[in-house]
T-cell receptor
Framework: QQPVQSPQAVILREGEDAVINCSSS?????VHWYRQKHGEAPVFLMILLKGGEQKGHEKISASFNEKKQQSSLYLTASQLSYSGTYFC???????????????FGKGTHLIIQP | NAGVMQNPRHLVRRRGQEARLRCSPM?????VYWYRQLPEEGLKFMVYLQKENIIDESGMPKERFSAEFPKEGPSILRIQQVVRGDSAAYFC????????????FGSGTRLTVV
């Protein structure tokens, strides 16, 4: 099942904050976040494994609510370089342990204006 | 470290021809994943392979598509008798294992069927 991302698109001015949400209908083993610029490969940002885990990467951080099967990506004091499409990828929890390949959401387009 | 290498970068095929897409994972990575991306859409999972084994091919069309990851050499995604609907960007990603590790994506192969 494909995770659902919201919003579909965000337009910000440089320095503003954004939150991108990702929710799944399945119990999750992990959530990944990637950013893709137009015509380029997706780039790994971070992975969250445990319920409630928060990770940070410069001014980009994320949380994972295992109970709600949701993750949120937080971009603070956005910079022009943050523009791109953000994808969450989810690995469902398997009864036998371990995980399969990621299933990605449709992406959130982030446009940062000067 | 050369990263994930995909070739060719662009591939044009006439309807009915075969397309072969190659992916060399990062050094030390034994897990390979293939994804397909259409314009303005997310990454759609196709297949997950380890050396000489297909782990999950639930995203692969049943006909015309096949994938392999031999003991020696790159992973190959093969599309036989291509149709216009096969036109897309095909991304390969690799990781050293499942679970706590992010994927590294290649630059993709843009397939155009004319």
């Amino acid at each position: 099942q494909q995770p659902v991302q919201s919003p579909q698109a965000v337009i910000l001015r440089e320095g503003e904050d954004a939150v991108i949400n990702c929710s799944s209908s399945k119990a999750l083993y992990s959530v990944h976040w990637y950013r893709q610029k137009h015509g380029e490969a997706p780039v790994f940002l971070m992975i969250l494994l445990k319920g409630g885990e928060q990770k940070g990467h410069e001014k980009i951080s994320a949380s994972f609510n295992e109970k709600k099967q949701q993750s949120s990506l937080y971009l603070t004091a956005s910079q022009l370089s943050y523009s791109g499409t953000y994808f969450c990828g989810t690995e469902p929890r398997k009864s036998g342990g371990g995980a399969d390949g990621l299933t990605f959401g449709k992406g959130t387009h982030l446009i940062i204006q000067p | 470290n050369a990263g994930v290498m995909q070739n060719p970068r662009h591939l044009v095929r006439r309807r009915g021809q075969e397309a072969r897409l190659r992916c060399s994972p990062m050094k030390g990575h034994s897990h390979v994943y293939w994804y397909r991306q259409l314009p303005e859409e997310g990454l759609k999972f196709m297949v997950y392979l380890q050396k000489e084994n297909i782990i999950d091919e639930s995203g692969m069309p049943k006909e015309r598509f096949s994938a392999e990851f031999p003991k020696e050499g790159p992973s190959i995604l093969r599309i036989q008798q291509v149709v216009r609907g096969d036109s897309a960007a095909y991304f390969c990603a690799s990781s050293p294992g499942t679970g706590s590790l992010g994927y590294t994506f290649g630059s993709g192969t843009r397939l155009t069927v004319v």
